[in-house]
């Protein structure tokens, strides 16, 4: 259940990332909307200034994705500091798509744990930190302010529901076997996960673990989808195994060059994604998990 937001309680300021989706979300919660100014000095220097007078609310939602990951970050260090001097008390910041998670640990000795240095960051000017499927839910330990985050597989499997029949829910690999799972119970699917088995030097087989695609529809879903490459050929070999149509999903499309003209070669009958980060194929929003979670 949404909670409904009145009076001087709350207000929604949107980083440029998300203006459409923290309308949505400020709708949902009947909130007010914040007026911001963005702009470039000549030398690229980011300038944001929020217009409207906010000193009667005490606290503030600030919805800003990291599509362009860098400019969001400062954007988002500037924002809490206008919003501080304006006497804002608490501040929730809602990133649907959380930039650097995916280096969580050290790959190679020397590296920066650039998830931890950014939690470090954002632990230290606000208050609360949402997101929308973190590449890997034990970031969470880096943080010292509350860190929620949302699942929005659901609605991607409510999307495609009507269009495929007698599907199987494949996950591209063994760890997004639960994001299958929670697709599956939607569709009332069986789900299973692609194994990658290598054949000889120069040939490898792509297959799911236990079940048959031929003559099915088939259902990929992952959190991300960045090059397209693994996917592309998984598709293509899907294809050849005698699967019907297939439809390619994902939480954060970030479909990387020309990643999705790579998926639809590879015969994939639709590409879906939300709009944690905006794209061709943004087809399904989260505004609504983003306004259930700030309810709780």
């Known amino acids: 259940m949404i909670k409904h937001y009145s009076g001087d309680k709350m207000i929604v300021v949107s980083g440029s990332q998300s203006q459409?989706?923290?309308?949505?979300?400020?709708?949902?919660?009947?909130?007010?909307?914040?007026?911001?100014?963005?702009?470039?000095?000549?030398?690229?220097?980011?300038?944001?200034?929020?217009?409207?007078?906010i000193k009667e609310y005490q606290e503030a939602v600030?919805?800003?994705?990291?599509?362009?990951?860098?400019d969001a970050i400062i954007e988002t260090i500037l924002l809490c500091d206008a919003l501080r001097d304006?006497?804002?008390?608490?501040i929730k910041l809602v990133v649907p798509y959380l930039a650097y998670a995916r280096q969580d640990k050290k790959f190679n000795p020397g590296e920066a744990i650039s998830i931890r240095a950014l939690a470090?960051?954002?632990?230290?000017?606000?208050?609360?930190?949402?997101?929308?499927?973190?590449?890997?839910?034990?970031?969470?330990?880096?943080?010292?302010?509350?860190?929620?985050?949302?699942?929005?597989?659901?609605?991607?499997?409510e999307y495609v529901k009507d269009k495929v029949r007698d599907p199987i829910v494949l996950a591209p690999d063994k760890g997004?076997?639960?994001?299958?799972?929670?697709?599956?119970?939607?569709?009332?699917?069986?789900?299973?996960?692609?194994?990658?088995?290598?054949?000889?030097?120069?040939?490898?087989?792509?297959?799911?673990?236990n079940l048959?695609?031929?003559?099915?529809?088939?259902?990929?879903?992952?959190?991300?989808?960045?090059?397209?490459?693994?996917?592309?050929?998984?598709?293509?070999?899907?294809?050849?195994q005698g699967a019907k149509k297939i439809i390619a999903s994902c939480v954060h499309p970030l479909l990387i060059g020309d990643a999705l003209n790579k998926l639809y070669c590879s015969g994939v009958e639709e590409v879906v994604g939300t709009d944690t980060y905006l794209s061709e194929v943004s087809k399904v929003s989260v505004a609504e998990i983003i306004a259930k979670l700030l309810s709780l």
């Open 120 to 157: 470090k960051i954002y632990s230290n000017i606000v208050d609360e930190l949402i997101t929308i499927n973190p590449h890997e839910t034990h970031i969470e330990k880096f943080f010292t302010i509350p860190f929620k985050y949302g699942d929005a597989v659901p609605k991607l499997a």
């Open 20 to 53: 459409n989706l923290a309308f949505k979300v400020s709708k949902l919660l009947n909130t007010k909307l914040a007026r911001v100014e963005f702009k470039r000095f000549p030398d690229n220097e980011i300038y944001v200034r929020i217009v409207d007078e």
């Open 86 to 90: 304006e006497g804002v008390e608490k």
């Open 176 to 209: 997004a076997l639960e994001f299958a799972k929670t697709a599956s119970e939607i569709l009332n699917a069986e789900y299973d996960y692609l194994e990658k088995t290598r054949l000889s030097p120069t040939e490898i087989q792509i297959a799911p673990k």
């Open 212 to 240: 048959d695609v031929k003559e099915r529809d088939v259902v990929i879903v992952d959190d991300i989808i960045s090059t397209g490459g693994t996917m592309a050929t998984a598709i293509k070999l899907l294809k050849e």
């Open 62 to 70: 600030i919805i800003n994705t990291q599509k362009n990951q860098n």
